[in-house]
């Protein structure tokens, strides 16, 4: 059988393994079997071809990987819901403690609690939002709250 041949059937191989794990390795051995399978098209030895498996796959595996799974793992670029209230600036309209309390949060009154429990926040302070716990939403000082990431 044809040198190009074999890589081809191990390409596909690979790649049905990699649909039945989905964990982006055997995908990049796949690509690096694909360009074996040329090697061997355009006349390469046995030796090139095995060597430039060998260092695609490394090169992919290394290279490529982390970034796919990093696009792959990455949370929705558009927050919706309660979701993009968290890190949001708010202002207390009423008395908030560990306990209750009432914030004005994009344009509608929430009921709140501090965080710490401890701290009281009193009618006009600048708050951000921390979490949304149910129908309260946890506030803490705005000034000392950096800046949600992402």
Known sequence: MADEVVWVVV????????????????????????VSAGLAVAGADLIVQIVAFAGVSAGLTAGLRPVARRHLTRG?????????????????????????????LAGEIWS?????????????????????????????????IPPPSG
């Open 11 to 34: 390409a596909g191989v690979l790649l049905l393994g990699e649909l039945l794990t989905l964990d982006l390795i055997l995908i990049m051995f796949a690509v690096a079997a694909l």
């Open 76 to 104: 929705p670029l558009l927050r919706t819901g309660t979701d993009a209230l968290v890190g949001a600036p708010a202002v207390v309209v009423e008395r908030v403690d560990g306990a209750d309390g009432r914030v004005r």
């Open 112 to 144: 709140a609690r501090s965080f710490p429990e401890a701290d009281v926040l009193e009618v006009g302070t600048a708050v951000r939002v921390l979490r949304v716990d149910g129908a309260h939403v946890i506030v803490h000082r705005g000034e000392e």
